[in-house]
């Protein structure tokens, strides 16, 4: 490299003036801390990168400041040739997209070259303009933070970062207005009012955005996620593996015991081989499955379409494996229509280890899944070949049918297919005749098959009761004519049981399905927070040139094609209150006396102020009150004084004007005197001009 080229280079990166604060490089620092730890908390990087964010980049901070006043020309090329290297291990990270990877794979890749270049530029911020532009990239760390999260736990972060970065805008802005000499220190304008108002601005606009902006869809998404943290294989291949309920013996996962000792308080009985409607005792509310979805819908894990009288079972239990991808292609199974059905993504969190059902709406199509092969029933459901822990991560796509009330009360009838009846028509000897003579009774004004399955669960939802103290089965007792006719109160399994039953005593094609339904829609992250008493069971009926339909009395969840479009803020407020820590009576009483107080505070301070401002406020004289009367007056006439007209002047246009009361030459007179002369009239001179003005007025009126 020849010596004018190197001194070229030497002035194109000669540093601007060295940054003196060190307030300033502190508030940098910790908002570059805050935004790396938002993307290190979720999951990102190795023990070296790591290292390189908390210990490297405060290092590199105070090296800059000790450094800064010092040549650094090679220290940039040192750390031009390090950036590059990080930038082609990215590129070779890339590759893999394509080669046939997702794109969600990159989202890792690409946190981690935000990380590494911000520790490689916290190497070399000895002026103003560099730290302005590692707070600039910090945000990007938040935003790539903030894509990456699925919960809420990296809110703390977004505080500190947001307050770091409020502070770091108002000391760059003193430090700028100190460097300007032609102000002085009474002319500067006030920071704190200015910021105070842009952030009271944002917030106001980005929560009125949120709650009317709509929600962001998924179904051409570019990235499908997919994760397994660990890979334990289940023991039968294509069996259900449900450790939360406890079973000891893995050998044993999938076998129909249920109600066992180790059973975990979100376990779900249902996810087994068969679900027994006798069991008593729901799962409790923690968080087992976080659902990135446009919209909710029942999250089916599978279905039962075998009944005893108690007890339901899958008659058929062969499953298909089936691989490829990614994705894989999950067949259509019996009843499925998928002609005129739209995509539907779903991306599921795995929270909590639970069953290794594949869970998804109806009717999954493709998997993305960290397996290349996965297990299928003929009843769509979806199995894994392995345990699914907390943190593995799936994407499901299903061929959804906008059904409408309309499109449901006209689909077609006729000879029903093979694969539906009788299957799906099948009765026990068990059941009794009085509960097809109530599905009779029910439905005998209902013309479709639509209005039927409204018609009774309309009539369930007016004489049942869904309540958790559900009263046990007694044994040899018929579940279904128990609970419609004895207890009538029970549990999402008697319920759906009860209106299957019924439909098939009706010649419509009917099974349970269980999962779990929508749970609640968190307004922050988007995502449908399931929690383990969020286990449902429901009935899924048939529709000729639809497929199969999810019907139940206890839980709302529109039709397909009836879910409008929802704000991305959508439920924001009842969200807050739900979730918000509950005050006791004694914080709310402390809480109402320290308003109280502040605000007394507040306005004592106001009214000190206001007073002192009045006190120091000098007093008219008696010549400029009466001066005034004289003008009032005047202007009542229609002759307002200019303000550099004197009072004899004034008083010859009032008197011109019709204003005759006594001489007002005498009343400009003593106000002169009074005004420039340094004498005092006396009392009773005063209290003549003063009736001299009061006349006048009274005739001027």
Known sequence: MSGGMLERLRRINASPPPEESIALRIAVLVAVLAGAAAVLSQGVGGSGLRLACLAGIPAGFLFSHLDRKHDRFWLKMALAVALLVVFIRFLASAQRLFDGGSAAEMQIPLAELFLWVQFLHSLDVPARRDLMFSLASSLTLVAAGAVLSVSLGIAPWLVVWAVAAVTSLVLAYRRQLDELPALSPAKRPNVLRPVAAVVAAVAVLGTGTLLVVPEAGTTTSLAFPARLPDVVRVPVPGGISNPSLGDAD????????????????????????????????????????????????????????????????????????????????????????????????????????????????????????????????????????????????????????????????????????????????????????????????????????????????????????????????????????????????????????SLVVMLRSLGIPARLAVGFAPGERNPFTGLWEVRGSDAHAWAEVWFPGVGWQAFDPTASVPLAGDAGVRAAGSGLVPYLVRHLPKPSAVEIEMAVLLGATVLLLLVGRRVTVWRRRRRARPRRSWADLRLADLERMGARVGAPRPPAQTVREYVRVLEAAGVAARPLCDVADAIETEAFSGETLTAVERTAVEAALEEAERLAR
């Open 250 to 497: 893995p050998a044993r996962r999938g076998s129909t015991r249920q109600g066992n000792a180790g059973r975990k308080s979100f376990g779900y009985f249902g996810f087994s081989d068969s679900m027994d409607t006798a069991v008593r005792g729901r799962p409790d509310n923690s968080v087992v499955l976080r659902v990135k979805a446009p919209k909710p819908d029942f999250w089916r894990g599978q279905t039962f379409d075998r009944w005893d009288g108690r007890r339901w079972t899958q008659s058929d239990v062969r499953p298909q494996a089936v691989g490829g991808g990614p994705p894989i292609d999950l067949p259509a199974t019996a009843g499925d229509e998928r002609s005129s059905a739209d995509d539907f993504v779903q991306t599921f969190y795995v929270e909590r280890g639970g069953p290794n059902l594949v869970f998804g709406a109806y009717a999954p199509t493709q998997l993305y899944f960290p397996g290349r092969a996965v297990f299928q029933l003929n009843d769509g459901s979806v199995r894994a070949a392995t345990d699914m822990p907390g943190g593995t991560v799936y994407t499901v796509v299903s061929k959804r049918p906008l059904v409408t009330q309309a499109t449901l009360r006209s689909a077609p009838s006729g000879p029903l297919p093979a694969a539906i009846a009788p299957r799906y028509l099948e009765l026990p000897p068990s059941t009794s005749t009085r509960t097809e003579a109530l599905a009779a009774d029910v439905t005998k004004d209902a013309p479709t098959t639509y209005d039927k399955v409204r018609a009774l669960e309309g009539w369930m939802a007016s004489n049942t009761r869904y309540s958790l103290h559900a009263p046990p089965l007694p044994e040899g007792a018929d579940a279904v004519d128990q609970f419609l006719f004895v207890d009538r109160v029970g549990f999402c399994e008697q319920i759906g049981s």
